[in-house]
C-alpha cells in the first residue's frame, strides 16, 4: 500500500496541467496516426521519465551525485540549465499562461498580463510563507482535475467527437517528430527534482535498504498512469482533426473538454486545472529556489531566489503559451541529450565507466546539441522578435552545414551519430592501450 501511496503522489507530481495540452495537438495533427503518434511521445515523456528516476535513485537521490559524471564545470551547467527549464525559462511561466489562456478561451476576458500578476503574486506568497493552501489544493483538488479529466477521457472514446483526417506521412517521421514533443513535458528533467523527495518518502517509510527496488515499484505505478493518459488525449486530439483548423494548444483542450463535457461540464475541469496550475507553480518556485541556493553555496537566498524566479515567469508568462515552448525548445535541445547520457551512464554504474571514454561521449554530445541549439535558438529569437538579420542568418546557414555533416544527416536527433562513433573509437583506443581508469568522483 505503501508503494502505492509513493506512486500516486509521483504520478500527481509529473502530471502538471501543461502536460495535458501537448498530446491532444499530435493526435491533431497526425490524425489517424495518432497512435504511432502517441507511442513516439509516451517513450521520452513517460519511457525516459522512469529510467531517469531509477538512475537517480541508484544516486539515492543525490542530484550533484548524479550529474557529477559529466565532470565539475559540466556537470554544473547541466544543473544550471535544468533547473532554467523547469523552473522560470520553461515550466513555471507555462502553468500561468495555461491558465490565462484556458479562461480567455472559455469566454472571460481577462488581460494575460494582469492575471499573470494576481497568479504569480499568490504563489510567490505561498512560496515564501508555511501555508496549508497548497496541501489542501493538492489533496482536493488534484484529484478533482483527475476525476474531471477522466470522465472526460472515457466519454470522449466511447462516443467519439467526430472522425479523424488522413494523414500521410512516414511512420519513422511521426514517431521522431513526436519523441522530440516529448521533451516539452520535460518529466525526465523534473525527475531529478522529484526523484529526492520520493527517495525520502521510501526511507521514511522504513523501506531504507531497498530504496532502488520501491523507487522501481513506485515508478512504474506513476508511470502507467501518465502512459494511458497520454494515450487517451492523443487520441481525444485525433478525434476532432476533421471538425476543428487552427486552434492553438490550450484552445484544443478547451474544444474538446466542452464538447464532452459541456458548457458547464468543463468549468469544473478549467477551475481544477487553474488550481492545479497554483499547485505546480508555487512547488516549482519553492524547489528551485532551493537548488539555485545549494548551487551558489548559500550565497544567494531562499527569499532572492524566489523573487527573481517568480518575475522572471511573469515577464514570460505573457508570450503566451506556445511562444514559451518555442523559446524553451533550443535549451531542451542542449538539455536532453546529456540527461539521457547522464541517465544512462550512471544506470550503466559510475565504477565500471572509463574516465577517458564518458569524458569524450559528455564533449562530444556537448558540442553536437549546444550547435543544434544555437541554430534552432536563432530562429525562435527571430521569429519572437519579428527580426531578420543578415548576419544571424550567415551564422545558422554556417552552423547547419556543418551540423549536416557531423549528424550524418540526422536533423531530429544529431548527436546519436556522432557519439556511438566516439564512443566505438574510444573504446577501440581504450582496450587497445590498457588505459582504463574509474572515474574519480571527488574531482
Not at 506521412?169 to 525526465?188: F, R, V, W
Not at 554530445?365 to 543578415?390: Q, R, Y
Request: with cysteine; glycine share 6%; proline share 3%.
Amino acid at each position: 500500500m505503501d508503494i502505492i501511496v509513493i506512486g500516486f503522489a509521483l504520478f500527481a507530481m509529473f502530471f502538471g496541467a501543461g502536460n495535458l495540452i501537448f498530446p491532444p495537438m499530435l493526435g491533431y495533427t497526425y490524425g489517424n496516426n495518432w497512435l504511432y503518434a502517441g507511442i513516439g511521445f509516451t517513450i521520452v515523456g513517460v519511457g525516459l521519465t522512469l529510467i531517469a528516476v531509477i538512475s537517480v535513485a541508484k544516486s539515492h537521490g543525490n542530484i550533484f551525485s548524479f550529474t557529477s559524471l559529466a565532470g565539475n564545470k559540466l556537470s554544473k551547467v547541466i544543473i544550471f540549465i535544468i533547473a532554467l527549464c523547469i523552473g522560470p525559462l520553461g515550466a513555471i511561466p507555462r502553468t500561468a499562461a495555461t491558465s490565462s489562456e484556458m479562461l480567455t478561451s472559455s469566454g472571460f476576458n481577462i488581460s494575460p498580463l494582469v492575471f499573470s500578476i494576481i497568479f504569480f503574486f499568490i504563489s510567490l506568497c505561498l512560496a515564501l510563507g508555511e501555508s496549508s493552501v497548497v496541501d489542501f489544493i493538492g489533496k482536493f483538488l488534484t484529484p478533482l482535475l483527475l476525476i474531471s479529466l477522466f470522465i472526460m477521457i472515457i466519454v470522449g472514446v466511447i462516443n467519439p467527437i467526430g472522425e479523424m483526417k488522413d494523414v500521410n506521412m512516414h511512420t519513422g517521421k511521426i514517431l521522431s517528430n513526436s519523441m522530440l514533443e516529448g521533451y516539452n513535458t520535460m518529466d525526465a528533467l523534473a525527475a531529478l527534482a522529484f526523484t529526492p523527495i520520493i527517495v525520502k518518502s521510501i526511507v521514511k517509510k522504513g523501506y531504507k535498504n531497498e530504496i532502488l527496488k520501491k523507487t522501481i515499484e513506485a515508478s512504474f505505478v506513476a508511470v502507467i498512469g501518465l502512459a494511458l493518459v497520454y494515450m487517451s488525449l492523443a487520441y481525444l486530439g485525433a478525434s476532432v482533426s476533421k471538425s476543428v483548423d487552427g486552434l492553438s494548444r490550450v484552445e484544443l483542450l478547451n474544444f474538446i473538454s466542452k464538447e464532452i463535457l459541456g458548457s458547464k461540464g468543463r468549468y469544473i475541469l478549467l477551475i481544477a486545472l487553474i488550481l492545479a496550475c497554483f499547485t505546480t507553480a508555487t512547488g516549482l518556485i519553492s524547489s528551485i529556489s532551493e537548488i539555485f541556493v545549494k548551487y551558489s553555496n548559500n550565497r544567494l537566498s531562499y527569499k532572492f531566489n524566489a523573487c527573481l524566479i517568480t518575475l522572471t515567469s511573469l515577464v514570460l508568462s505573457v508570450l503566451g503559451v506556445d511562444s514559451i515552448v518555442e523559446f524553451t525548445g533550443p535549451f531542451l535541445q542542449f538539455a536532453y541529450p546529456l540527461a539521457i547520457l547522464l541517465v544512462i551512464f550512471n544506470l550503466y554504474g559510475k565504477n565500471k565507466l572509463d574516465k577517458i571514454l564518458v569524458r569524450n561521449s559528455f564533449i562530444t554530445v556537448s558540442i553536437v546539441s549546444f550547435i543544434d541549439a544555437i541554430i534552432s535558438f536563432i530562429s525562435v529569437i527571430e521569429k519572437l522578435l519579428n527580426i531578420n538579420f543578415e548576419l544571424f542568418d550567415a551564422i545558422q546557414e554556417a552552423l547547419s552545414n556543418i551540423l549536416k555533416i557531423i549528424s550524418i544527416n540526422n536533423k531530429d536527433f544529431p548527436w546519436v551519430y556522432p557519439l556511438i562513433i566516439v564512443f566505438i573509437l574510444t573504446l577501440i583506443y581504450v582496450n587497445k592501450f590498457n588505459s582504463k581508469t574509474n572515474i574519480d568522483l571527488s574531482k
